[in-house]
């Protein structure tokens, strides 16, 4: 019966100091609470508290942690909508204050983090949100940071995942945008078609420009041939007239034979009595 109990004894001893021993592992620390307040921090490595007297009452996490913000409806300062999340990237520095200060630090992070951002992009225009992440990450990470601290962890960084427009405003974005290219296409159009009047009429004057100057120097040539025809038969009398009248009539009567669309030529009933008395004269000058 002695041998019973010493053999009892001796097994709840060891199982009294096996309940003693606590190895904490790396990247961990463990709050240890000596008859319900807290006592110490057992670092990673060895340790032995006092069965029954001390408890591990809290296991926190030392390396950095990922905390996931779920995607949420934002509205912004213009009343649009938008869907944004974030990732946020957090450490725990101070056990005792993560575990006295809040009752969970990790849903506190995260609600806070969520909070913030609603309210940060609900300061923006639509344009501004979609287009300003670095600044949307600058400015949470200034107005969490401090209260970060006072529950023991350290803000690292804010990642923003996703800003997007609703359903409903993608849908008439992209139907805006359809609009402005349809109206950047119609004022293209109208541009070139000015251009082309432009320079149609530009043409047009520079043409009229040209057979202006070209009638002027033609009648210039008209005249100086006048004046020399004029000058040659001053003593004359009417026969150089005639002979050339009746030459420009017979090179005009030439032309009109060359044509391919002429078919028939109706020649004056005098014609013949006008080429007669044209070299008649001629003859009897000579």
Known sequence: MVEILG?????????????????????????VERLGKFHKVLKPGFHIIIPIVDRVAYKVPTKELILDIPSQEV???????????AVVFVKVTDPIKAVYN???????????????LRAVIGEMNLDEALYSRERIKGEIKRRISDEFATWG?????????????????????????????????????????????????????LAAERQAKAQIELAKASKEAIELVAAAIQNRGTEP???????????TLTELTK???????????DIMATVQRLFGSTQQKS
């Open 75 to 85: 509205i912004t300062k213009d009343n649009a909508v938008v869907r944004t999340n």
């Open 153 to 205: 962890m350290t803000l690292n960084t804010v990642e923003i995942q996703d800003i997007l427009p609703s359903d409903a405003l993608q849908r008439a974005m992209d139907q805006q945008a359809a609009a402005e290219r349809q109206r950047k296409a119609l004022v293209i159009k109208a541009e070139g078609e000015k251009e082309a009047h432009r320079l149609k009429a530009e043409g047009e004057m």
């Open 259 to 269: 044509s391919s669309n002429g078919k028939f030529i109706l020649l004056p009933a």
């Open 102 to 116: 809040i009752e969970n630090f990790r849903a506190a992070a995260a609600n806070l983090t969520m909070t913030t």
């Open 241 to 251: 007239v005639v002979y050339l009248l009746g030459q420009k009539y017979i090179e």
């Open 7 to 31: 053999l009892v004894l001796v097994l709840a001893v060891v199982v009294i100091l096996s309940r003693g021993i606590r190895i904490v592992p790396q990247g961990s620390e463990w709050i």
